[in-house]
């Protein structure tokens, strides 16, 4: 699947504007999760993993800090989460471990870049396929799932797009691919 069937233009073209050096092909192959380290890398991002944070990430100008005694899935997910920031054109943010000290407006920038963050690694072109492909896989009827196997399709998609389990149920309910059937 290429890239731009995956993201629109538009959003390619946003990315693209983050730094004028940098330059993500419209027209890549993507094989597997989306690579966000190698988006990075294009657009000139450095990434540096450090040994022990106060959060999980942050971003300052090009540079970007992740905590490296972090799970991977949640690197990704920081890693991410500090190109939302600059997606917003915020180029100093510190991800806090209690975000009871934030602003509103802080706030506000955290719920934009976990958003962004979901929906960059689990885009819903790839997540509604990756859904299909589980309940073919598992010979099952999508229209009658009992809780385990939807638990067990969340599961094998988490580790089809390389996020956590809990991270891609998130993103299932948000993009409403279950719904639960009416009581008669």
Same mark, same amino acid.
């Given at each position: 699947m290429k890239l731009n069937e995956i993201f629109s233009s538009d959003f390619i073209s946003r990315l693209n504007s983050l730094n004028k050096d940098g330059h993500v092909n419209p027209n890549e192959e993507v094989e597997g999760p989306v690579?966000? +380290?190698?988006?990075?890398? +294009?657009? &000139?991002?450095?990434?540096?993993? +450090?040994? $022990?944070? &106060? !959060?999980? !990430?942050k971003i300052s100008n090009n540079d970007i800090f992740i905590d490296g005694s972090e799970n991977r899935q949640r690197q990704r997910f920081s890693m991410a989460h500090e190109l939302g920031h600059a997606m917003q054109n915020v180029r100093y943010a510190n991800r806090n471990d209690d975000s009871s000290d934030y602003s509103s407006e802080d706030r506000q920038d955290e719920v934009f870049a976990n958003a962004f963050a979901a929906q960059f690694l689990m885009p819903k072109v790839l997540v509604s396929r990756g859904v299909r492909q589980a309940i073919s896989d598992q010979h099952l009827d999508g229209r009658h799932l009992q809780m385990a196997e939807v638990k067990s399709i969340i599961k094998m998609v988490? !580790? $089809?797009l390389d996020v956590s389990t809990m991270a891609m149920k998130y993103r299932i309910d948000n993009l409403g691919i279950f719904v639960p059937a009416e009581d008669k």
């Open positions: 690579d966000v +380290e190698r988006f990075l890398k +294009e657009l &000139n991002f450095q990434v540096h993993i +450090e040994k $022990q944070m &106060n !959060g999980s !990430g988490a !580790g $089809q």
